[in-house]
């Protein structure tokens, strides 16, 4: 099988006052995305059902849609020299 075309779009909802702390920022609002889409387009030598396969394992093992999912824990340590 041979993809011809891959071609992935992305948008998100995200209300940037917040994350500039800027205007309406309740102790409550959400300092990031609170709405991810994505738009994919293949084209190959594959029928329709493999096509959705591949978008399904590629959606199923993404480390970007598993953080979204399933946030990951964030450390932070500074070092002042």
Do not use: Y
């Amino acid at each position: 099988m041979t993809l011809t075309k891959i071609e992935v779009e992305m948008e998100g909802d995200i209300d940037i006052s917040a994350v500039w702390g800027v205007g309406d920022t309740p102790a409550g609002k959400v300092l990031g995305f609170t709405a991810v889409r994505c738009r994919v387009t293949l084209a190959g030598d594959a029928d329709d059902a493999t096509l959705q396969e591949i978008h399904d394992n590629a959606i199923a093992w993404s480390p970007v849609v598993n953080t979204f999912r399933r946030p990951a824990t964030v450390d932070s340590t500074l070092t002042i020299d």
